[in-house]
């Protein structure tokens, strides 16, 4: 296992120079041990370097022999960086050695808050994670799939009709959170009344994850977040136990009156699940969908590919832009057994130890994408991961994200094919996700 050797440039040094206006050269072939030294995952300073500086400390990470080893300062342990794409989807792929039961988030969420708002599924193994996907599973039926679909479409419709009208300037909030929130609240069935609440909640839930973060704000923020939380479980559970009564053609009736091997969701597990579509399917979709439109118009080569053939390019355009921008990050597994890595004689791996696995580096791993760095809407094969590397915990969402980025943009540019972005989008620098601000637009 490689481990960061001590070096005379500290990692402060190595941020001033990315912030600088001369470029960080971390991918020349020499003295590749002292910059390495220099990187630091687990310290918030790397998050805040630019794009290009982190992009190519990942490149020399998935060059060295194994997985590196950062120690956390916030947690006081470490863990092994997966970096490379065959490690992220081995890792992904053998739940019975990297657990996601301990916590796949850093840090962890601690075990009272569990106890008190059920388990999310990706912080689940088998055999409990197994019971509820057949659970959600089967209450996604064909009828209801169908109108899903039908509703995608609706929604994204009516997003665009309301672009021409009102000519919002912020792609993020009049378009690409709204679609996806717009499409989870249609499908699980929430009335409209408390949609602007929960909406609200959602934003609250998330909006201090990141590592530009006041002191003050860093200390109110796990309260604020849980108090939010705590407010959007109450309204789903009342939501739910309604449906028991009276059944009607929506996802959370599905749940809590489906019967599958005997059981069906609790209060709490409907509760978690809801909170998981829309943390996690809000914010990946919106950011996917802005980092999109912001790549195509950055690139107006791969632009103008797309509107000559917009049926025939959309889907690979879609895949490509979330392999490009991979909205999440990282997710963490806890090793269960000595493992090495890559088969016999590979990299050791101790039980107990913890790996992040580093999805945006292996969406740029050189030995699957050749120029890796390129936005390619014409990319074939693209085994991205940006919707997990396989495995049980493959994104449920998966199907549901590609829908809706595919119907919005096919409404957008059949209709204003002239829409672009307008600056630079404001993102928010993190170690989880990709997330972005806002991002102005125009047509």
């Known amino acids: 296992m490689e481990t960061p050797a001590d070096t005379t440039e500290s990692f402060a040094s190595f941020a001033d120079r990315a912030d600088a206006a001369e470029p960080v050269d971390l991918a020349g072939p ?52 997966l970096v490379r794409h065959a490690d992220v989807v081995e890792a992904s792929r053998t739940p019975a050695v990297f ?22 599924m990706v912080n689940l193994d088998d055999p409990r994670h197994a019971q509820l ?112 009564r009276r059944p009607a053609e929506d996802l959370i009736s599905a749940l809590v009156t489906a019967d599958v091997d005997g059981r069906r969701l609790t209060g709490r597990e409907l509760g978690a699940f809801f909170t998981l579509l829309l943390v996690a399917g809000v914010e990946t979709t919106r950011n996917a969908l802005a980092h999109g439109l912001y790549l195509l118009t950055v690139h107006p080569e791969q632009r103008a590919l797309l509107l000559a053939d917009l049926d025939g390019r959309l889907e690979g355009a879609v895949d490509e832009m979330v392999r490009h921008a991979t909205p999440i990050i990282q997710f963490h597994r806890t090793v269960a ?10 990299p050791l791996l101790r039980a107990g130890e ?37 495995g049980p915990h493959y994104c449920l ?26 600056g630079e989008p404001e993102l928010v620098p993190s170690s989880f996700d990709h997330r972005v601000r806002s991002l102005r637009f125009t047509f």
């Open 30 to 81: 020499t003295d590749a041990a002292h910059r390495v030294a220099a990187v630091d995952l687990a310290d918030p300073a790397f998050w805040r370097l630019p794009a290009p500086a982190r992009a190519a400390a990942f490149a020399e990470l998935r060059r060295r022999p194994g997985p590196v080893y950062f120690g956390d300062r916030a947690t006081g342990r470490g863990f092994h960086a």
């Open 99 to 120: 657990l996601s039961g301990p916590g796949v988030t850093t840090p962890a969420p601690a075990r009272w808050v569990r106890l008190l708002f059920g388990d999310s």
């Open 133 to 244: 996907r057949r659970i959600v599973s089967r209450a996604f039926t064909p009828r209801l799939l169908g109108r899903v679909e039908e509703d995608v479409r609706r929604i994204s419709t009516a997003l665009v009709d309301r672009v021409e009208r009102d000519r919002p300037e912020d792609f993020v909030s009049a378009v690409a959170a709204e679609l996806p929130f717009q499409v989870i609240c249609t499908m699980m069935g929430i009335p409209e009344r408390p949609r602007r609440e929960i909406l609200d909640l959602v934003n609250r839930t998330s909006a201090d994850i990141g590592v530009a973060r006041t002191l003050s704000r860093r200390l109110r923020s796990p309260g604020r977040g849980l108090r939010a939380l705590a407010r959007m479980q109450v309204i789903v559970a009342g939501i739910g136990r309604e449906r028991r």
């Open 337 to 346: 057994v000595d493992h090495e890595l890559g088969g016999p004689g590979g």
């Open 354 to 390: 913890k790996v992040a696995l580093y999805y945006g580096s292996a969406n740029r791993d050189e030995a699957v994408f050749p120029d890796p760095d390129a936005f390619d809407l014409t990319r074939t094969p693209n085994p991205h991961v940006g919707y997990g590397g396989g």
């Open 397 to 422: 969402g998966a199907h549901l994200a590609r829908q809706e980025m595919t119907a919005l943009f096919r409404e957008l540019f059949t209709r204003l094919p002239e829409a672009r972005s307008v």
